[in-house]
């Protein structure tokens, strides 16, 4: 059973930084793509970042220059660094495993002054 568990949200003023991560298991790790979406009440979900099996990353427009994604297969985690918040970027941040397509519960991240 693939789980994926986030961590790592939080409250943040405008300009601050926080670091996701996103614990696997029950999955093989390193042939997986892995993304990070996030969600706001009353809007779709939507795509913020994929990590592929070999390293490739791939960003949305809106985050591309403040967020890098990175996973360690040792660990079978992956992150997302968040820099240069914006009130915007206040959703929840979840986890998803592309080949299994698995989902994790959420991190709340909240970027307010």
């Known amino acids: 059973q693939v789980q994926l568990v986030e961590s790592g949200g939080g409250a943040v003023q405008p300009g601050g930084s926080l670091r996701l991560s996103c614990a696997a298991s029950?999955?093989?790790?390193?042939?997986?793509?892995m993304g990070w979406y996030r969600r706001v009440p009353g809007k779709q979900r939507e795509w913020v970042a994929t990590v592929t099996g070999a390293g490739g990353t791939y960003y949305a427009d809106s985050v591309k220059g403040r967020f890098a994604i990175s996973r360690d297969s040792a660990t079978s985690t992956v992150y997302l660094q968040m820099n240069s918040l914006k009130h915007e970027y206040t959703a929840v941040y979840l986890c998803?495993?592309?080949?299994?397509?698995?989902w994790g519960q959420g991190t709340q991240v909240t970027v307010s002054s």
């Open positions: 998803h495993g592309l080949g299994t397509n698995s």
């Open positions: 029950g999955v093989i790790f390193s042939a997986n793509s």
